[in-house]
């Protein structure tokens, strides 16, 4: 029980002292960034999932 007290205390004391938090600013940017980047990504599998969905209704239709 004592080395679970001495990890929690432990982990307070890296977070509070030894850990570098971003500035405002600089989590704004990162955020937009993963925005961008997200909505990028979500267009490109858009575009794969209609691109597919076309091809196949071809293909069942020549089948037909």
């Known amino acids: 029980m004592e080395s679970l007290k001495t990890y929690i ?3 307070y004391q ?30 490109v599998v858009l575009a794969m999932d209609l691109a597919s ?3 196949t209704e071809l293909i069942y239709n020549l089948l037909r």
């Open 53 to 55: 969905k076309n091809v």
């Open 14 to 43: 890296e977070l509070m002292h030894k850990v570098t938090w971003p500035t405002w600013s600089e989590l704004q940017s990162s955020g937009i960034i993963v925005f961008v980047a997200s909505a990028i990504i979500g267009l």
């Open 9 to 11: 205390e432990g982990a």
